[in-house]
């Protein structure tokens, strides 16, 4: 649907345990908005979107600034946690193989839930999402990682089935194709390495979404909280009225 915005899609039309279906229109997300074109701008400004939620760090914000068109918008980004995104240094750091690579994304889902920044983040996202003041655009870089995590949270607090969740999850690895963008996410792994290139299955490591990897997320969620529910209300501030809100709105 926007040429210039990568993953980009609606994250309504699956249905509920009550038997309602998540509202289209209202809830968006996306890869980086950066090159968003004229008619991208267009598009947005005509579904609505008012909000955009920016789950980058201040040094990937900084790096990659969304543009002016942006400036109209109550954009939710945070500096809580510092500045500096971990990744590059990781990068530089990593002997670019599949399987450290790996051991990377499985860290990050089981401390994603809890990071300062993410509660802070995710906070205020339910909270503007209870306001409804016009449509959301959730987005970090990829919009497959952070994003995946915040949208999968949304879907279970609406009482989306959990095969309908995953399915959203692992939707990223057919907006975003190994085979339409791997050669360029190699570039830029090789680039933040400086001495070496990674194969395809490094690659696909670092582009693609897996069931396993949300699984992580949310069973450490389950793990220190006890269940979902109580993260989302304990952690993020989803109290039952927010909740009725959310779920009124989106269904």
Request: hydrophobic share 40%; proline share 4%; net charge negative.
């Amino acid at each position: 649907m926007l040429s210039g915005v990568p993953n980009f899609r609606d994250a309504g039309g699956y249905a509920t345990r009550s038997g309602a279906t998540v509202r289209t229109g209202v809830l968006f997300r996306s890869g980086r908005p950066i090159h968003a074109t004229a008619d991208d701008v267009a598009t947005l400004d005509r579904l609505g979107v008012s909000t955009l939620v920016d789950l980058r760090w201040p040094d990937e914000r900084s790096r990659h600034p969304t543009g002016p068109w942006s400036h109209r918008l109550e954009v939710i980004a945070t500096d809580v946690g510092g500045d500096s995104d971990p990744w590059p240094v990781f990068l530089r750091e990593s002997d670019l193989s599949a399987a450290t690579l790996d051991g990377y994304m499985r860290r990050f889902y089981a401390g994603a839930a809890f990071e300062e920044r993410h509660v802070d983040l995710f906070t205020r996202y339910f909270a503007a999402l209870a306001a409804g003041r016009g449509a959301l655009l959730v987005h970090c870089t990829g919009g497959k990682d952070r994003t995946g995590l915040l949208v999968a949270l949304t879907h279970h607090l609406l009482g989306v089935h959990r095969d309908d969740i995953l399915a959203d999850y692992v939707a990223t690895n057919h907006h975003w194709p190994y085979e339409r963008h791997g050669a360029d996410v190699a570039a830029a792994l090789a680039a933040g390495h400086g001495r070496a290139t990674p194969d395809e299955d490094a690659v696909r490591v670092v582009m693609e979404v897996r069931p396993d990897l949300l699984d992580l997320a949310f069973d450490a969620i389950i793990d220190r909280h006890g269940s979902v529910d109580t993260y989302l209300e304990r952690q993020l501030g989803a109290t039952p009225a927010v909740r009725d809100q959310i779920v009124a709105r989106l269904t």
